[in-house]
């Protein structure tokens, strides 16, 4: 039986919950007009997001989320190895919530860093 995700995403202007247990924010840049006690993070990934010319190439479009996908997962696994495995570590441990500020629910970095942690959970 496959088992239930530790991981989950969350918009950064979306209410912060008890079940959300250890909460980080994964974009490179703080959401607007969200205060710091508003966000009520544990940690600050900001070196995990997409590169700047990842991010600019994919601009939110639907149709490239598959290569996007796979271009930011070759990012994290070559630039940023040990930031994945620590919350790796963290997912092992509890709840993690990935904390962004993307509209786009479905096709941000966010999900896509969950789901390069659930290959790996």
């Known amino acids: 039986m496959p088992r239930k995700s530790s991981v989950q995403c ?12 250890y909460r980080v924010l994964v974009d490179h840049i703080w ?22 010319a990842l991010r600019k190439w994919f601009d939110h479009d639907p149709k490239l989320w598959a290569a996007f996908y796979q271009k930011y997962h070759a990012e994290l696994k070559d630039q940023h190895p040990d930031q994945v495995d620590a919350l790796l570590k963290q997912a092992k441990a509890g709840a993690l919530t ?24």
């Open 31 to 52: 959401p607007r007009g969200v205060s710091k006690d508003a966000l009520a993070l544990d940690d600050w990934y900001k070196e995990i997001a997409p590169s700047d």
């Open 98 to 121: 990935l904390v962004y500020a993307a509209k786009d629910e479905q096709h941000n970095n966010a999900v896509a860093l969950k789901m390069l942690l659930d290959e790996r959970l």
């Open 10 to 21: 969350k918009r950064a202007y979306e209410q912060p919950a008890s079940t959300d247990g």
